[in-house]
């Protein structure tokens, strides 16, 4: 396929869509109380929260600043007869900021909804180019990278916002970090685990060293710990999960978002590490599904040109905003599946996937403010919920195939939790 810039293509990853078409792929936290499921969360008492006492991790990039503010409280597992919540998961690529304000504009979003995300950073867009050479990518040259590097303006601005994201109660993943896809051997595909591991070590460092490797003492420090922070992520292009896994696991990762054309259906486990796909949903007006991200809607669109003549826009936009609506609706009236949906922050086709996202995630939200049990959240966030059921109440809601109601209702569903056959190791690390 053509080639994408630099700035259109923050992280881009993508997996096979219908068409067979593989795709390259503030500074303080918010006061108000809410918690990632819209029921409220920690409040303050007695006047306003004390801001949190930074304790710098290694040179300053980093620091201990506590717990994360606006999370959820401890899940619980479903009750016998219990109806599960809808869970829906936006992600983004890459996560860095390069001036088009879209990183602050979907942080409003959540924000306005009370909404967590999660941000799969890509660790070169914390590197300055000037320092290129401190990455040893696998199989490539040193320095090499499929998605450039960001300025040092831009590298700042992609700071700032994970900065805000973080303490407003959204996960900060990794999409690693050179972008490498396609056949070649130096593609992700082709990483043994242990490359994996080089891989992952570099982005963890460029987010923790971001101060020695700039020079710059004038920028608070990320106000987490990212070696207890990071605890999944998703490969470029959605390519070599299987020699990622082993490497995931060695690291106590809880998942992986990684897996193509996956369905809406709820998840098990690969190599004792939740498996979180991206998933195939209807595509309005044609006879095939897409797979839930901005490129795979592009793909079958404008056969993944990003400049398409804009009298295709308007049609595309409400094609793409409805995709991810209709497979919402679909698992909300049916299996209940949590739905994955995953983005970049780009300017395609005049910028018509970023309003797809937006509409489509005003129209979820809406529904959980209209009292639906609609949880928009992180995947850290719906780990944790997947952890503290019961296996074999997960093991019943797999049996539930795409756009499958239970028979006899959730009451009768839920309250039966015995599978003839079901195998609770399959929940097991």
Same mark, same amino acid.
């Given at each position: 396929?053509?080639?994408?810039?630099?700035? &259109? %293509?923050?992280?881009?990853?993508?997996?096979?869509?219908?068409?067979?078409?593989?795709?390259?792929?503030?500074? =303080?936290?918010?006061?108000?109380?809410?918690?990632? #499921?819209?029921?409220?969360?920690?409040?303050?008492?007695?006047?306003?929260?004390?801001?949190?006492?930074?304790?710098?991790?290694?040179?300053?990039?980093?620091?201990? =600043?506590?717990?994360?503010?606006?999370?959820?409280?401890?899940?619980?597992?479903?009750?016998?007869?219990?109806?599960?919540?809808?869970?829906?998961?936006?992600?983004? $690529? /890459?996560?860095?900021?390069?001036?088009?304000?879209?990183?602050?504009?979907?942080?409003?979003?959540?924000?306005?909804?009370?909404?967590?995300?999660?941000?799969?950073?890509?660790?070169?867009?914390?590197?300055?180019?000037?320092?290129?050479?401190?990455?040893?990518?696998?199989?490539?040259?040193?320095?090499?990278?499929?998605?450039?590097?960001?300025?040092?303006?831009?590298?700042?601005? =992609?700071?700032?916002?994970?900065?805000?994201?973080?303490?407003?109660?959204?996960?900060?993943?990794?999409?690693?970090? &050179?972008?490498? +896809?396609?056949?070649?051997?130096?593609?992700?595909?082709?990483?043994?685990?242990?490359?994996?591991?080089?891989?992952?070590?570099?982005?963890?460092?460029?987010?923790?060293?971001?101060?020695?490797?700039?020079?710059?003492?004038?920028?608070?420090?990320?106000?987490?710990?990212?070696?207890?922070?990071?605890?999944?992520?998703?490969?470029? +292009?959605?390519? &070599?999960?299987?020699?990622?896994?082993?490497?995931?696991?060695?690291?106590?990762?809880?998942?992986?978002?990684?897996?193509?054309?996956?369905?809406?259906?709820?998840?098990?486990?690969?190599?004792?590490?939740? #498996?979180?796909?991206?998933?195939?949903?209807?595509?309005?007006?044609?006879?095939?599904?897409?797979?839930?991200? $901005?490129?795979? %809607?592009?793909?079958?669109?404008?056969?993944?040109?990003?400049?398409?003549?804009?009298?295709?826009?308007?049609?595309?936009?409400?094609?793409?905003?409805?995709?991810?609506?209709? /497979?919402?609706?679909?698992?909300?009236?049916?299996?209940?599946?949590?739905?994955?949906?995953?983005?970049?922050?780009?300017?395609?086709?005049?910028?018509?996937? %970023?309003?797809?996202?937006?509409?489509?995630?005003?129209?979820?939200?809406?529904?959980?403010?209209?009292?639906? #049990?609609?949880?928009?959240?992180?995947?850290?966030?719906?780990?944790?919920?997947?952890?503290?059921?019961?296996?074999?109440?997960?093991?019943?809601?797999?049996?539930?195939?795409?756009?499958?109601?239970?028979?006899?209702?959730?009451?009768?569903?839920?309250?039966?939790?015995?599978?003839?056959?079901? #195998?609770?190791?399959?929940?097991?690390?």
């Amino acid at each position: 396929m053509r080639a994408l810039s630099r700035r &259109g %293509m923050l992280g881009l990853g993508a997996g096979a869509a219908a068409v067979s078409l593989a795709g390259c792929g503030g500074l =303080t936290g918010s006061d108000d109380s809410r918690q990632a #499921d819209g029921s409220g969360g920690d409040s303050a008492q007695g006047g306003a929260k004390p801001k949190p006492t930074a304790r710098p991790i290694g040179d300053g990039s980093t620091s201990h =600043t506590g717990k994360q503010p606006h999370q959820p409280s401890a899940p619980e597992p479903l009750e016998p007869g219990q109806t599960p919540p809808q869970f829906v998961v936006f992600s983004w $690529d /890459g996560a860095g900021e390069v001036g088009n304000g879209l990183f602050p504009r979907f942080l409003d979003l959540a924000k306005e909804h009370g909404a967590s995300m999660t941000f799969f950073l890509s660790g070169l867009y914390l590197l300055p180019e000037s320092k290129k050479r401190l990455y040893n990518p696998p199989n490539n040259p040193r320095g090499a990278s499929d998605i450039g590097y960001l300025t040092d303006d831009h590298v700042k601005a =992609t700071l700032k916002n994970v900065h805000r994201a973080w303490l407003e109660g959204h996960e900060i993943g990794t999409h690693f970090n &050179g972008h490498f +896809c396609g056949e070649s051997h130096g593609s992700v595909k082709n990483w043994t685990p242990r490359q994996w591991r080089s891989e992952i070590d570099q982005a963890k460092a460029f987010v923790k060293e971001w101060r020695t490797n700039t020079g710059w003492t004038d920028l608070p420090s990320l106000p987490f710990d990212y070696d207890k922070e990071l605890v999944g992520g998703r490969t470029p +292009c959605l390519l &070599g999960q299987d020699n990622l896994l082993p490497t995931a696991r060695e690291l106590g990762w809880r998942y992986d978002a990684s897996s193509p054309g996956g369905l809406q259906v709820w998840p098990t486990k690969r190599q004792g590490i939740w #498996d979180l796909p991206l998933q195939q949903i209807p595509f309005p007006g044609r006879g095939f599904e897409v797979l839930s991200m $901005d490129y795979n %809607m592009l793909a079958n669109q404008s056969l993944a040109t990003t400049k398409a003549p804009a009298h295709n826009y308007p049609g595309w936009r409400k094609q793409s905003a409805q995709a991810y609506i209709q /497979g919402f609706k679909r698992s909300y009236e049916t299996n209940r599946a949590p739905l994955f949906i995953g983005n970049h922050f780009e300017q395609w086709n005049g910028g018509i996937y %970023m309003d797809a996202v937006e509409e489509s995630f005003k129209h979820i939200a809406r529904e959980k403010e209209k009292g639906a #049990d609609v949880r928009l959240v992180s995947f850290r966030q719906f780990t944790d919920w997947l952890d503290a059921q019961r296996p074999e109440v997960l093991e019943k809601l797999r049996t539930l195939g795409v756009g499958q109601q239970p028979a006899g209702g959730w009451r009768e569903f839920t309250g039966r939790t015995s599978t003839p056959g079901a #195998d609770p190791s399959r929940n097991a690390a």
